[in-house]
C-alpha cells in the first residue's frame, strides 16, 4: 500500500495523461519485482541464460 501512496504522490495529473499514469506505474511495479527477485536470489547469470536457451531452443547461435 506504501507503494501505491508513492507512486500516486508522483504524479501531476495537470502535466500526465492517463496513459502516462499506467506506464509509470507499470514501471514502478517492475522494478518493485526486480528488487525483490534480486533480493532473494532469484536472478541468472547471461552465461546461465544462454546454456539454458541452447538447452531449450538447440543452437540459436549466441556467443
Known sequence: MDFMKRTLSQVNTK?????????NLIFFISLEKSEDDIKNDRVMTIEESKARLRQKYGNLNIE
Do not use: A, K, M, R
Not at 15 to 23: A, G
Open 15 to 23: 502535466e500526465n495523461t492517463l496513459y502516462d499514469f499506467i506506464y
